[in-house]
């Protein structure tokens, strides 16, 4: 304790983050503000419009313009959508209503004669749910949160999702959204997929657009379930689910030093097994989690603290907070409100509750629907905004980079023990991804769908502080440019689709071996290319020109990998540099800070006074 109060220059940022904290975990039933359309038209006829997503901008900063949109409620207005595009040769995209992908998926490419926007706001009807098939018929727009209480109604459960429900089920398989398991049927959503219907450019005589019908047989559906939207829209959705089950939850937290063996094989020995590292506070969080009989008591709740709506005022204070220490190079404030932050969700039990209303301790037990995902931020009424999602663009709250990659089960522990390295080299260079939960590692299951992994294999995700000036540096960016650059080439790991960053998508095709099956239908469904955007079409290693942006200061945001100092952000110190541990790198090294040799003040949370659970 005395220690940390004798050096530090940040103690009154230390309690503005103290008290931040203790809002968050305050926050009531003050009116929240539900997210945005992301799309927004000039015109009342649904024109002059633009699209962008949950956080407000894509990762590549593009705006995205469209000359109309479309709000279809039937399968019949969906149909004359698809048509009037394809008749025209009008170019395509569909969002969501909350509209989640980092990368520009949903952007159609401008052209002279327009573009067009189908939002699936409005296709968000159950059309049916039966409990002796335990088959359940959704259309695309359905929110995972109606998913889930609608089966559990019923007596059924999906048993693998991600755990932010304010995602459609057409969204959710179209870019591979997933849970964590490696049991049972699967990790993905598509994985609980048995058809689709379809609605794709048809051929004159067709009427220019049709319907197609896939059962869990058909050959292309392997194609469909994943498409990233090039196909076609998604008019329906069948998923197959499981009779409601209750799981044990507990979250035990232990230090990283065997967790590069330990992480190979903990996902086999829990049904819903997931790691939380925080390699600066060498910690990793287990969460212990699986299948328990319905018999046993319990009736917990998972509201996670991050997705719960917060006073905007507090979300302002930690990003100005955040900005300030990256403005100062402050390295130690970010590691202390790092410690703050991760304590605070971590003795708030991370939102879950026993009972619905109170946390006294692990473990949780609950039905599946009341645990597996959560978001009660998007609830909610349009009239202030003096609460919101922490992301929502209309405040000053978190912006960020995610940095998500798949990697083989059988390359996770070197992969983690490269990470160690340089985590030992610059420990302090890790605390601004304590900040927004750490490094997030959740299990995969193979899967066959074309655009899928077809391997047990882990997922890292790692979120991280974005300026919103793309030309400004961020602190430490070359450790974690230089993570990117291990996860992605050394280990050859595969980019979630709509995550990440240009740089995470350079030669992403090449890594699937069935990618020219899926090139084969796109081709078939959707001769003209409608559905295809010049960024679809370099994902997909159809565009020659690659993903890569070459500007100045390119490497920065990740639109490139910098091969020259001005790629990064010479004039403010960062020259572009090998890695240091893998060589190959080339990242935005500031060369002020290493010429600097800081010793980092390593704090323990008990030293901040704070003990062990
Ligand atoms: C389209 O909207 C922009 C603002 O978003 C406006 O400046 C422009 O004048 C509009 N154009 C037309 C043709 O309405
Ligand atoms: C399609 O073309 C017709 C006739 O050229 C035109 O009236 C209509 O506005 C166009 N629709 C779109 C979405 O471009
Ligand atoms: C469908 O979405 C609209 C617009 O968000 C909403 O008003 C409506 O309540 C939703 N319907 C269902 C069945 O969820
Ligand atoms: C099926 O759902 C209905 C309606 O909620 C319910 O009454 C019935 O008990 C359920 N059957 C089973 C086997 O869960
Ligand atoms: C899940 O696995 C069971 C048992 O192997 C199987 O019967 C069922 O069809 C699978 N469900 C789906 C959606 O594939
Ligand atoms: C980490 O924890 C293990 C037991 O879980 C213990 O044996 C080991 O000494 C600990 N290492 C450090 C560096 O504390
Ligand atoms: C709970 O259910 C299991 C079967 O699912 C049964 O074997 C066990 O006896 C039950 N326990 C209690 C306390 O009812
Ligand atoms: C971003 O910062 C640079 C200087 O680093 C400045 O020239 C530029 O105007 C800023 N851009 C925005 C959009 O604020």
Not at 90 to 114: F, I, M, Q, W
Request: net charge neutral; with cysteine; hydrophobic share 35%.
């Amino acid at each position: 304790m005395s220690s940390y109060l004798g050096k530090s220059k940040t103690f009154s940022q230390l309690l503005s983050f103290v008290l931040t904290c203790h809002l968050f975990l305050l926050i009531g039933m003050i009116h929240s503000s539900p997210p945005e359309n992301p799309i927004k038209c000039s015109s009342p006829s649904n024109s002059n419009c633009t699209v962008t997503n949950s956080i407000g901008e894509f990762s590549d900063r593009a705006i995205c313009r469209v000359s109309n949109a479309i709000y279809p409620r039937t399968e019949q207005e969906l149909i004359a959508a698809v048509a009037m595009a394809s008749k025209n040769k009008t170019k395509v995209k569909v969002a969501t209503r909350y509209s989640h992908s980092l990368t520009k998926l949903v952007c159609p490419d401008e052209s002279p004669n327009g573009n067009l926007i189908i939002s699936t706001m409005y296709l968000n009807r159950t059309l049916s749910i039966d409990n002796s098939t335990r088959i359940m018929t959704v259309e695309p727009g359905v929110l995972l949160r109606d998913v889930m209480s609608q089966a559990a109604k019923f007596g059924l459960a999906l048993p693998a999702s991600p755990y932010w429900w304010g995602l459609t089920v057409g969204g959710m398989i179209s870019t591979g959204a997933h849970g964590s398991t490696l049991w049972g049927n699967g990790s993905y959503v598509h994985d609980y997929v048995i058809g689709l219907q379809i609605v794709t450019p048809a051929s004159p005589d067709e009427g220019y657009a049709k319907v197609r019908v896939l059962d869990s047989n058909h050959p292309d559906i392997k194609a469909a379930k994943l498409s990233l939207g090039v196909l076609g829209v998604i008019s329906q959705i069948t998923l197959k689910l499981q009779p409601l089950f209750k799981r044990s939850i507990t979250v035990v937290r232990e230090n990283d030093s065997d967790l590069a063996t330990r992480a190979t094989t903990f996902g086999k020995e829990y049904e819903f097994a997931d790691i939380t590292w925080y390699p600066y506070q060498r910690r990793a969080l287990y969460r212990l989690d699986g299948r328990v009989s319905t018999n046993i008591s319990g009736n917990g709740l998972n509201d996670f603290t991050g997705f719960r709506s917060t006073l905007t005022l507090a979300l302002a204070v930690v990003r100005s907070s955040e900005e300030t220490q990256e403005a100062t190079g402050d390295a130690n404030g970010k590691c202390i409100s790092a410690r703050v932050t991760t304590f605070a969700l971590r003795i708030s039990g991370f939102g879950f509750t026993n009972d619905g209303n109170l946390f006294t301790g692990y473990p949780i037990v609950g039905y599946q629907n009341r645990l597996q995902a959560s978001g009660s931020c998007i609830d909610g009424s349009p009239d202030a905004l003096i609460t919101s999602c922490p992301w929502d663009p209309r405040i000053n709250g978190n912006f960020y980079h995610q940095t998500t990659v798949n990697l083989p089960l059988s390359k996770v522990k070197n992969f983690i023990e490269d990470v160690q390295t340089l985590r030992d080299l610059v420990p302090e260079a890790f605390c601004g991804l304590e900040l927004s939960s750490g490094i997030w590692m959740r299990y995969i299951k193979g899967s066959n769908v074309y655009l899928g992994t077809d391997e047990d294999s882990m997922d890292f995700d790692l979120t991280y502080y974005r300026s919103k000036n793309g030309s400004t540096p961020r602190l430490f960016e070359d450790i974690l440019e230089e993570i990117e650059q291990i996860a992605v080439f050394k280990y050859g790991g595969i980019p979630h689709w709509g995550k990440n960053r240009n740089v995470g998508f350079i030669g992403a095709i090449s890594k699937y071996k069935l990618a020219n099956e899926f090139l084969k239908v796109k081709e078939s469904y959707d001769t003209s290319g409608v559905f295809s955007s010049k960024w679809t079409d370099q994902i997909l290693g159809l565009d020659q020109s690659g993903v890569t942006i070459v500007k100045d200061g390119c490497a920065l945001e990740g639109l490139c990998i910098c091969s020259e100092d001005i790629h990064c952000a010479p004039q403010k110190g960062y020259v572009c540099r090998p890695g240091r541990l893998f060589t190959s790198a080339r990242v935005c090294t500031d060369i002020n800070r290493v010429a600097m040799d800081i010793t980092p003040v390593l704090f323990e949370e008990e030293d901040l006074g704070f003990s062990d659970m």
